[in-house]
């Protein structure tokens, strides 16, 4: 680079200095300034779009200042960095965020109420950025937020999708997905950097030749290139000035590629190939499972992580003569399989761009990166045909053979009698269809696997990577998730902030473990009192929500029974729907001994193409409607689906529940990460031994969770015993008659065909054991509703899930990626002392 010599003098008068203050007065100069010099308006015409904007700008500025100087620390200390790749982002809005980690809440809104402006319209008026599909996303988001928090220096690399997760929307209990739109109106957080861009090629063919050392050496000849360019979000530490990148990719068609086609004459040729160019970055797929064959989705997954490796590339080389010493700058980490591409891309560099024999790029390479698996679901590993491989990287292709083929000789030489266990572990599936195995080559690869939960990281190691943790036991580790508490408590709990800081003063924030001055307290009459009005009050917003966004009426006084998260069948929200079934059925029989009324609230959106999960909404409207109409049923159960689940309309949900539904059958969910959010807000979780639910069930007593289910080893035996759903279903008079109810027509207007695909696959196969776990379920919520008409029991519990659950803080998470992986220190960044480099 071409480092400035000298520094821009410093600017001298305190009027110059306010520009970035952070007294409501500067905040409040500041805003009207941006509102006239960056969005070009004048106040009696200022729109709430337009408030929002020059809010936005205002806090930019004050971001700006402390990434700027962020990079210059890091640049000159020459800092080992984390680079997290991930195909997803879901960082939700932003602003209230920024505002909180720069410590200016209070602030700001004083400046916006002496402007006569209410701080919660502005915030309102964001669109989020919904660059992911659930947990796997949202997770990235708060590992940004924790490595910026802990100072360390760190990267985020990922794609611009030009359309985030889709809206969904409710026609006649259906959902229907609206495209996203969060680019329209523009994003005042990122900064466009059209002169950092680099080519990304596909197709075409490879071939051999002599270097000028005489060396054999393989040349790529790609038939298509495009660019990726940057585009920068700064990203705030909480409590520290450290702000860290997030750079995401966007794809443009390159120059060079327009001259060839618009010179050969072929003008439309050349328009459509831009096209094409620019549709990489196009749209998120919506599918939390991999997109079989999808062309397009290996396109997203190689174009940004080779925009991402050639950027590392290019800091490594400010420093260094050449590519010795990338994996000592560098920790990679692979967010599930998406990014796992990047194993071969990094060698090709390597082998290819920097001439480097093969040992030495494979050493660098598997020093380079850490991978962690987020799912044992089958039909969730990724792998890709070799035929579609080759035709769009026919040189990572040839690398992957070549990394196979010495890992094959490896594993002869160590099980030469054991021909099954090398086919088993080899990168290649073979069968009609070859397929590279991508959790294979991310294992291969890297120097730590981790799992994402205690449970899930041992049953990576004795099912899907088994032969490789007994290959390699040291390789594999067990980081369990963790949510950030700046989102998910300051933020979105105002109350509940006020209680803690109240008690442990503003510490917990950065370390969640004070979380536990609570804890004394739960008893205490005075203080539940207050925990209990917290409670009410967030009840009574969602209430408002549920209403404005629904037109349902809900009772803040009854228990609200929550499960949001993506619709899955492994997550049985229909279990859930059995259970709803049964009480109103009870009701109707006068057979009912739980008179707790409950409100169940229902979130989460199904992939465009699963035709269950899809069903499994219709449903739950469908009982809605049955059960929110009768006057015999609606004054104790009431059913609600809130449209459009996403973080906006979370922050708002997890802090009103009582209890918090995390229902998988043992072994599917491998960690969760709502069930953290639910337990720091205060709710009880009713949930099996799945995930993270088991180390939380420690963590919070195991008298303040609701455990019922099959354990894993269970679900193993009554699968391998030949499971008969048939069998539950006849002796189990009430499940018959729900089941019955189910198919009878009275939730689909007389027609007893429209569930029957749901209610035939319980019947026949229940892959997720439903039945087997219903009683158990149906007995446990039954202890649930006891206990809610203790107010003072619940309480206690309440009080005591928020106090233990500092353990799930991603700060937690991130502090064990920096000691058991990444190798990395804390890098703390001064604002302060900085000599004015900074206006
Ligand atoms: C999700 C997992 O399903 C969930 O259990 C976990 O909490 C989350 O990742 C974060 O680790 N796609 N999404 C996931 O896995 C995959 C694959």
Known sequence: GTARKERAPMHGSSDERTRTGMSPESLKRAFVDSMFYVQARYWEVATPHDLYMAAAYTVRDRMLERWIRTAETYRKADARTVCYLSAEYLLGPQLGNNLINLGIVDSARQGARDLGIDLQEILDQEPEPGLGNGGLGRLAACYLDSLATLSIPAIGYGIRYEHGIFDQKIVDGWQVEDCDLWLTNGNPWEIPRPLLRYPVRFGGHTEPYTDEHGRFRVRWVPELDLYGMAYDTPVLGFGNDNTNLLRLWHATAGRSFDLQAFHKGDYYGAVNAKVGAENITKVLYPNDEPEVGKELRLKQQYFFVSCSLQDMVRVHLQHAPNLEGFHERFAAQLNDTHPSIAVAELMRLCLDEHGMDWERAWEITRRTFAYTNHTLLPEALETWPVELFGRLLPRHLEIIYEINARFLDELRMRYPFDPERVARMSLIEEG????????????????????????????????????????????????????????????????????????????????????????????????????????????????????????????????????????????????????????????????????????????????????????????????????????????????????????????????????????????????????????????????????????????????????????????????????????????????????????????????????????????????????????????????????????????????????????????????????????????????????????
């Not at 041992?458 to 007994?470: A, N, Y």
């Not at 996403?646 to 059958?665: R, W």
């Not at 008409?789 to 920096?818: H, K, Q, V």
Request: with cysteine; glycine share 6%.
């Open 432 to 839: 009609p269809v070859r397929r590279v195995r991508m959790a294979h080559l991310a294992t291969v690869g890297s120097f730590a696997v981790n799992g994402v939960a205690a449970i899930h990281s041992e049953l990576v190691k004795s099912t899907v990577l088994r032969d490789f943790h007994e290959l390699w036991p040291e390789k594999f580790h067990n980081i369990t998730n963790g949510v950030t508490p700046r989102r998910f408590i300051q933020l979105s709990n105002p109350d509940l902030c006020g209680i803690i800081t109240d008690l442990a003063g503003p510490g917990w924030a950065r370390d969640a473990e004070n979380l536990r001055t609570l804890e004394p307290h739960a008893d205490d009459a005075a203080f539940q009192q207050r925990w209990q009005a917290m409670k009410r009050a967030a009840k009574e917003r969602l209430a408002a929500r549920i209403r404005e966004a629904t037109g349902a009426v809900v009772d803040p006084q009854s228990l609200f029974d929550i499960q949001v998260k993506r619709i899955h069948e492994y997550k049985r929200q229909h279990l859930n729907l059995l259970h709803i079934v049964a009480l109103y059925h009870r009701i109707k029989q006068g057979t009912d001994s739980d008179p707790t009324p409950r409100t169940f609230v229902f979130g989460g959106k199904a992939a465009p193409g699963y035709f269950m999960a899809k069903l499994i909404i219709k449903l739950i409207h469908s009982v809605a409607e049955v059960i929110n109409r009768d006057p015999e049923v609606n004054q104790r159960l009431r059913v609600v689906f809130v449209p459009n689940f996403n973080v906006k309309n979370a922050e708002c949900i997890y802090p009103a529940a009582d209890l918090s539904e995390q229902i998988s059958t043992a072994g599917k969910e491998a960690s969760g990460t709502g069930n953290m959010k639910f337990s720091m807000n205060g709710a009880l979780t009713i949930g099996t031994l799945d995930g993270a639910n088991v180390e939380i069930r420690d963590a919070v007593g195991h008298e303040n969770f609701f455990l019922f289910g099959l354990t894993v080893a269970e679900v193993e035996r009554t699968l391998a015993e030949g499971y008969r759903p048939w069998e539950y279903y006849r002796s189990h008079d009430e499940l018959r008659e729900v089941i019955d109810l189910l198919r009878s027509g009275l939730f689909s207007h007389g027609d007893p065909d429209l569930f029957r695909p749901l209610t035939d696959s319980l019947l026949q196969h229940d892959p997720y054991l439903l039945l087997a776990d219903y009683p158990a379920y149906v007995e446990a919520q039954a202890r649930a509703g006891d206990a809610f008409r203790d107010p003072a029991g619940w309480t206690r519990m309440s009080i005591l899930n928020a106090a233990r659950t500092g353990f799930f803080s991603s700060d937690r998470a991130i502090r064990e990626y920096c000691r058991n992986i990444w190798q990395v220190e804390p890098m703390p960044v001064s604002l302060a002392a900085g000599n004015g480099s900074v206006p």
